[in-house]
């Protein structure tokens, strides 16, 4: 039946892509992954302009150094560097994911279901510590050289 | 998830309504409801309409997890009314709204008429070139048991929407098929009968096609039938790119198993009823 009244859109959005679900690791590691990848991509694009201000001539190149030695761009270089660490490593399970070798083969499903999420699962569990180790080390290295 | 007492107890139930005809947006309706041993989501809803409102309006059939009608989100996750107990979700309190990422209709009822046509778009059926074998079959195709689980756990899937109201992707992207149309394009092009592939492909590989597909795996976390979507995309993707490469292997659909001629039926065994395709 043709129907005249309205419906009520309930698409949830961007706020449904930031907040909706969130029922297990892999969804954390959704968001994760993107805004890591747009962090390096930020940088990426901030480190071309700073570098470039090489080309206007010595006094611009020196007055940037002056102003990306602010402590506040040690941070923000760390987080590039943890960004940077784990989207690289987090990259590398999702291609392992992505081309069918870390996901299991069909399967009966027998209640209680053990999806394909259960067999990755050791593979992220291995990617969040390989990354903590570098993070670690990173980190170690960063408060040695702002010191 | 850890059992409350099965004891009859009170609970509050939030119950979003929603009728186009009076209301400009949805709001929550609370209800008191005893909860009696062994009642589903769907008794409850049930009870209420009988004893407190006969106007909250729900979808339902089959009430056992067959029909897919019942999908909605319970305390916001989205499952089956009718498989999922109160006492397992519920001690006090109890939320129950329809499906996102769908309109609504009225109240839980949420128009799935998307998921639909998303699902026709994939041609989700054994094509060949053989058509007509397939329409007047004078057989049965083979196929081995090996064979058949290759797809079989993606057959299971009962169009219940409820991995499309998980999917975060789905949320941002209206052009994105979604996990259910997605794994049923795998579910298709992984059965040894079949020779769409190529078909398929044109929808799957498209650029809001399965490579949108990041690997959340909420659908796979809510499936109420364990049928793991996300494994299926997952799986696609990887003949899509085999096919790509053109690496992927080329089967020729399963041919039909031939009865022995010679055969003569046992005088004892009854001959079988005629055929009803
Ligand atoms: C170690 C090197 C890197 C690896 C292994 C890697 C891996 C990946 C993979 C596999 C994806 C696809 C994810 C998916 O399909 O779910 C991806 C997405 C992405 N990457 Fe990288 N990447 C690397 C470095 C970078 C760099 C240097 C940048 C920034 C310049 C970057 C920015 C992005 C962005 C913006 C996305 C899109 C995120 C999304 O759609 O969710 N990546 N990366
Ligand atoms: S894959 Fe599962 S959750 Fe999605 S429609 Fe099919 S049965 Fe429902
Ligand atoms: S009523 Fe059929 S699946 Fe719930």
């Keep these: ?147 | 998830m850890p059992e409350t007492s099965l004891s009859n107890r009170t609970i509050d139930v939030y119950i979003r309504r929603y009728n186009p005809e009076r209301d400009a947006r949805p709001r929550w309706q609370r209800f008191t409801l005893a909860v009696a041993r062994g009642m589903t989501v769907l008794d409850g809803l049930h009870r209420i309409r009988e004893e407190q409102d006969p106007t909250v309006v729900f979808r339902y059939s089959c009430r056992m997890s067959v029909c897919g009608s019942c999908a909605m989100l319970i305390n916001g996750r989205p499952a089956l009314a009718c498989n999922t107990q109160i006492a397992d979700v519920a001690s006090e309190r109890l939320t129950l709204a329809p499906l996102p990422n769908f309109d609504i209709i009225k109240d839980l009822v949420p128009d799935l008429a998307p998921l639909f046509q998303k699902h026709r778009a994939v041609q989700p059926y054994i094509q060949r070139a053989d058509m007509e074998e397939v329409e007047k079959p004078t057989g049965e195709f083979y196929q081995s048991p090996k064979e058949l689980e290759r797809y079989l756990q993606f057959a299971y899937c009962i169009k219940c929407g409820s991995c499309m109201a998980g999917c975060p992707t789905l949320a941002a992207d209206p052009e994105y098929p979604g996990p259910m149309p997605l794994a049923q394009a795998y579910r298709y092009s992984a059965d040894s009968r079949d020779s769409g592939f190529d078909e398929r492909k044109v929808q799957a590989g498209a650029s809001h096609g399965v490579f949108r597909c990041h690997y959340a795996g909420e659908c796979s976390n809510v499936c109420p039938k364990g049928v793991d979507p996300a494994r299926a995309l997952q799986l696609m993707k990887r003949e899509l790119v085999l096919d790509y490469l053109r690496l992927r292997r080329k089967r020729c659909p399963a041919s039909v198993l031939r009865v022995p001629g010679e055969a003569r039926r046992n005088p004892d065994v009854p001959a079988p009823p005629p055929y009803t395709v």
């Design chain 1, 1 to 147: 039946m043709a129907s005249s009244t309205k419906h009520y859109p309930n698409r949830l959005g961007i706020v449904g892509w930031l907040l909706g679900g969130r029922w297990g690791l892999e969804r954390y590691m959704y968001t994760l992954h993107r805004v890591t990848g747009l962090g390096i991509l930020f940088y990426f694009v901030l480190h071309i302009l700073v570098t470039s201000t090489r080309a206007l001539g010595a006094e611009w190149w020196e007055g940037a150094m002056v102003r990306v030695g602010h402590p506040i761009f040690k941070i923000g270089e760390f987080l590039v560097f943890a960004a940077f660490v784990i989207h690289g490593l987090n990259g590398i399970r999702l291609i392992a994911i992505e081309l069918g070798w870390a996901v299991g083969k069909a399967e009966e499903p027998v209640y209680p279901y053990r999806s394909s999420l259960h067999v990755q699962r050791p593979v992220l569990i291995g990617v969040m510590i390989v990354a903590a180790v570098f993070l670690a080390l990173g980190g170690w290295d960063f408060l040695q050289v702002t010191h």
